[in-house]
Nanobody
């Protein structure tokens, strides 16, 4: 069955770090662009970071210099290293490959003192 599963979310204080993981099942993710989106309370889903099949990355301005997207094609997985977290990063984070219109169920990240 083709699906994506996110993990690694949690609660952290401002300035802290988290690493999110996205495991792909049922397909070889190395052939697809992959992305992380987030959805804050009361807002729409927004792009956080994107990684192409050759490893080219791009980020939304608010996370540049703090978040790093990466992929491990051997493990069929993608990651989001989040540093210097801020309360406004609080959201549900989703991984996706839009080529397949495939989304995970999301993982909650809460940044609060």
């Amino acid at each position: 069955q083709v699906h994506l599963v996110e993990s690694g979310g949690g609660s952290v204080q401002p300035g802290g770090s988290l690493t999110l993981s996205c495991q792909a099942f049922g397909f070889d993710s190395r052939y697809y662009d992959m992305s992380w989106y987030y959805q804050a309370p009361g807002k729409g889903r927004e792009l956080v970071a994107h990684i192409g099949t050759r490893g080219v990355t791009n980020y939304t301005d608010s996370v540049k210099g703090r978040f790093t997207i990466s992929r491990d094609d051997i493990k069929n997985a993608m990651y989001l290293q989040m540093n210097s977290l801020k309360p406004e990063d609080t959201a549900v984070y989703y991984c996706t490959t839009q080529t397949l219109n495939l989304w995970g169920r999301g993982t909650q990240v809460t940044v609060s003192s």
